[in-house]
């Protein structure tokens, strides 16, 4: 299995709603990222989980929580979001060995959670 | 953008034409990568070249990096209507599970 999986595919949610994006992968990598991609913009980077542990945060605001249960899943939930944070959200994953080659640096990117705040 | 720029913005060509892309990035890096998103789809990699290499080949993409510079270029040569995508250049730093991407070119081959 060499594919990152991101449900919904689509989302639509009120201001007051909570909801949570899903990302999965069984390729056995150890980092997990969420990006950010406006349209027409470059992807840009939110969170990376390392070995399951939250090692980077981009001064993401804090209704943007992520969560990673275990080392194939990783979830961000969504709470009192603004229109401004309509955007496609996408998850990859990478080998994240330290000290390995090549492989470890390469970013799999799933299709995508288009995302509308109403 | 997080990391740095892109030129051209956009780039329209004729099948069969080469296409190139350049991106230029601000801080010291470990590799550069190139990838490819279709319209609104996820980001696909392409080829990635280490800080310590001058050009790589993958088929028909011609990489070139210049660390003095801070810069690559991507080259696809031969280009075909199926090459029409956005092409982001993308760089991972000592701290490497850091990445960041540049401004992108969308390039939109003729047929």
């Known amino acids: 299995d060499t594919e990152v999986t991101q449900t919904p595919k689509h989302l639509v949610m009120g201001m007051t709603n909570k909801k949570s994006l899903k990302c999965e992968q069984h390729m056995g990598h150890r980092a997990m990222y969420w990006y950010k991609q406006k349209a027409k913009k470059p992807p840009e980077l939110m969170f990376v989980y390392s070995y399951e542990k939250l090692s980077i945060n981009e001064s993401v605001p804090s209704r943007f929580s992520p969560e990673c249960p275990n080392s194939s899943l990783l979830n961000l939930h969504l709470h009192a979001l603004q229109p401004e944070d309509s955007a496609l959200y996408l998850c990859a994953s990478s080998q994240g060995i330290l000290g390995s080659g090549v492989g470890a640096n390469v970013l799999t990117f799933g299709a995508g959670s288009r995302l509308t705040v109403l | 953008s997080q990391q740095g720029e892109e030129d051209p913005q956009a780039l329209s060509i004729q099948e069969g034409e080469n296409a190139t892309m350049n991106c230029s990035y601000k801080?010291?890096?470990?590799?550069l990568q190139w990838y490819r998103q279709n319209s609104g789809r996820g980001l696909v990699h392409l080829i990635l070249?280490?800080?310590?290499?001058r050009e790589k080949h993958s088929g028909r993409l011609r990489v070139t990096l210049d660390t003095s510079k801070k810069s690559s270029s991507l080259l696809i040569t031969a280009s075909r209507a199926a090459d029409t995508a956005s092409y982001f250049c993308a760089t991972g730093t000592y701290n490497f599970n850091k990445f960041y991407f540049g401004s992108g070119t969308k390039l939109n081959v003729k047929p």
């Open positions: 070249i280490r800080s310590n290499e």
């Open positions: 801080t010291s890096i470990n590799n």
